[in-house]
């Protein structure tokens, strides 16, 4: 029989995260750092205005693009926090997640053999919805020295004459790393200099632990050649509701909805309604649930410090990402080890890209308590395999 599979398919790597997910869910007592989703529910009266809107009736299609009510908040959002406008009309894109923005975004602006310039580490999806656009994704590897910030320097060292798209994932999933004004200054220097465009990836936007978040878009010549993603899973604890949204240039959008229309044909009626109501009345609970973040983050990183665990301290998202490079394993066998002996699982570095190895990602969205179990069970780990080293030197 004729092999029905698509080679490029095949060929993709399976989610590294995916894999301690599924495998904690069979043991019992394990306790899971490794899946970036809030342990909040979506506050009351999101959810109540969901559920107002089946009540209503509201249960047919929507525009392609969006809910007009929806993508007029969604604009008013971005100017009122990020100081960027946009046209609700003709610029903004409301999405099935902000993955859905990703990967309509590359298809709507790669040519086959155009290249995507991917620092990592950073989010798993990255780089095969570059593979499934046709486009070349060159790999920038970031360094912990600078905190996994994007340099200039490494940027102009990864273009080519094929450079079409930069993809700029701050804050970062998995290091919880930011960019900061001086930071994206430069970076935009090199980008107007090099005239290339950007996928500015800021899910984690709200989730900033120092200053404000700036969005590259803000800063001179940089909104025309920019699409910005964001959405509702990380900041309004929505990730089962499954929307996000994308604003950029009028020609960029316009071939976005096209792609949108014939795969999608419109985001969840019910989860755009109860958007407009985060957008509009949700900035106490981001706070609250921001301040709770922030809170974890400070009591990992003084765990870390007494069980003498390098860790950068990082100002974004909900992740850690200490190194483990003392004890002699890879990423991936420290992971199992951990998991298996201590049952608690936590995501190898080199699931976010082959500069992950020596790393291990945790995520703080999880209640304190767990965190404290779970952070007792590292430090007898880590206690063990130091007297593992001791004893066979």
């Known amino acids: 029989m004729r092999n029905p599979l698509s080679d490029k398919a095949v060929a993709l790597k399976p989610s590294g995260i995916r894999k301690f997910f599924d495998v904690v869910n069979e043991m019992e007592d394990a306790i899971s750092l490794g899946v970036g989703e809030p342990d909040f529910d979506t506050p009351w009266h999101i959810r109540d205005e969901g559920i107002y809107s089946l009540e209503k009736g509201r249960t047919f299609y929507t525009s392609n693009a969006g809910l007009p009510d929806l993508k007029k908040e969604i604009c008013m959002y971005l100017k009122r926090k990020y100081h960027v406008s946009y046209d609700y009309h003709t610029e903004t894109i409301v999405t099935v997640g902000g993955s859905e923005a990703i990967d309509i975004a590359l298809r709507a602006m790669i040519n086959p053999g155009d290249e ?84 500015s990836d800021e899910i984690y936007s709200e989730l900033t632990y120092k200053g404000e978040h700036i969005t590259i878009a803000s800063l001179p010549g940089m909104q025309e050649r920019t699409i910005l993603i964001n959405g509702f899973s990380k900041a309004f604890a929505m990730t089962g509701w499954r929307l996000g949204y994308a604003c950029g240039p009028e020609p960029i959008i316009t071939q976005m909805i096209k792609l949108h229309q014939y795969a999608i044909m419109c985001a969840p009626t019910t989860s755009q309604y109860a958007a407009i109501e985060a957008l509009r009345n949700g900035d106490e609970d981001v706070k609250q649930m921001r301040d709770a973040y922030n809170q974890r983050r400070r009591y990992l990183m003084h765990a870390f410090k007494e069980m003498k665990l390098p ?62 179990i779970a952070i007792g069970r590292l430090k007898d780990f880590v206690e063990r395999l130091r007297k593992e080293q001791q004893e066979t030197k």
């Open 116 to 199: 995507v310039l991917i620092p990592q580490p950073s989010y798993v999806s990255y780089e095969p919805c570059a593979i499934l656009a046709d486009a070349k994704p060159v790999i920038i590897n970031l360094k912990a020295e600078n905190e996994f910030r994007l340099t200039a320097q490494e940027l102009r060292d990864a273009i080519t004459d094929k450079t079409k798209v930069l993809i700029l994932p701050f804050p970062n999933n998995p290091t919880g790393a930011i960019m900061e004004r001086e930071d994206l200054e430069a970076i935009a220097e090199v980008i107007l200099e090099k005239d290339i465009f950007v996928i």
């Open 311 to 372: 860790c950068f301290e990082p100002f974004g998202a909900f992740y850690v990402f200490p190194c483990i490079k003392e004890f002699g394993m890879t990423s991936e066998e420290f992971a199992t080890r951990f998991l298996n002996e201590e049952k608690v699982a936590a995501v190898p570095g080199t699931a976010f890209g082959d500069c992950g190895e020596g790393f291990l990602r945790i995520s703080y969205a999880y209640s304190l308590n767990n965190l404290k």
